[in-house]
């Protein structure tokens, strides 16, 4: 398991907003060493304590120079938060192979790309921690949400294909499962089907649970050496709903699906 004591290597990826920031922020205030990344060219104002690297995750030049600074500046590294994304919803009618397109590389391809640049290195070291931030829409699929969902869900496939190709060499992974939670994920969002759009965003920005709450969660379990890090209550709630109660959550789905679709 990975202490997040002082001294310990982490880069960030997603850390200008959010829970990147949040993620970050309190790592730094443990005593890490952090690089926080992000598709900006400058850090965020309220992130201290942090080295900065601009970093997209979906461009392979980016990965290389963020493998080239961590060798030069920190020797190794301990702890890779796979955790950029965007998001994007509505029904299956409404979206686009180009929207498509955006959300996978972005949420999927990022963290493979993430995680092809550092396995090599956390092998050689014999240790290293990959924490890849999936959601909650991972492990329970709501309707209208079929991009988001399947990007997510295969977050999670990843993640547990990784966890056990990596064991044999020290390597641990986690995978981070949040329900909705207050950030700006509302403002990335895509899609053409307004109801849903309203829906998510209302789910996001009407939750009581902040960023702050959630990395503070994440960097309990991740310390416990959690793999399926379940960070609030109706995540929790959610998961096992849908393994042990399988009906009870088939009905819940078809309700909310009926609701949005009498929306027209």
Not at 15 to 31: E, W
Not at 117 to 136: C, D, L, R, Y
Not at 235 to 243: E, L, T, W
């Amino acid at each position: 398991m990975t202490s997040f004591s002082p001294g310990t290597r982490v880069l960030v990826t997603g850390a200008s907003s959010g829970l990147g920031l949040a993620l970050a922020q309190q790592l730094v205030d443990s005593g890490c060493r952090v690089l926080a990344t992000d598709v900006h060219d400058e850090a965020p104002a309220d992130l201290s304590g942090a080295d900065y690297l601009t970093l997209d995750v979906t461009k392979d030049a980016d990965w290389a120079r963020a493998y080239e600074w961590v060798v030069e500046h920190f020797d190794g590294l301990d702890a890779l938060f796979n955790n950029a994304g965007v998001a994007a919803g509505g029904r299956i009618e409404y979206s686009e192979l180009d929207q498509w397109q955006w959300i996978i590389d972005i949420n999927v391809l990022g963290v493979v790309r993430g995680c092809k640049t550092f396995v090599p290195m956390f092998k050689e070291q014999g240790s290293g921690h990959i924490i890849n931030t999936s959601s909650a829409a991972g492990l329970v699929h709501a309707p209208t949400m079929s991009e988001y969902n399947a990007v997510k869900a295969a977050v999670v496939a990843l993640s547990e294909t990784l966890r056990h190709e990596l064991h044999p060499f020290g390597v641990q992974v986690s995978v981070v499962c949040p329900t909705f939670f207050k950030t700006n994920l509302s403002e990335s969002m895509r899609g053409k089907d307004e109801n849903a759009q309203k829906v998510a965003a209302k789910l996001i920005n009407g939750s009581k649970r902040t960023a702050d709450e959630i990395a503070r969660e994440v960097l309990k379990q991740v310390r416990r050496g959690t793999y399926l890090v379940l960070p609030d209550r109706d995540a929790v709630m959610a998961y096992h709903a849908k393994r042990v109660a399988r009906p009870v959550y088939d009905r819940m789905m078809f309700r909310a699906a009926a609701r949005i679709a009498r929306r027209g």
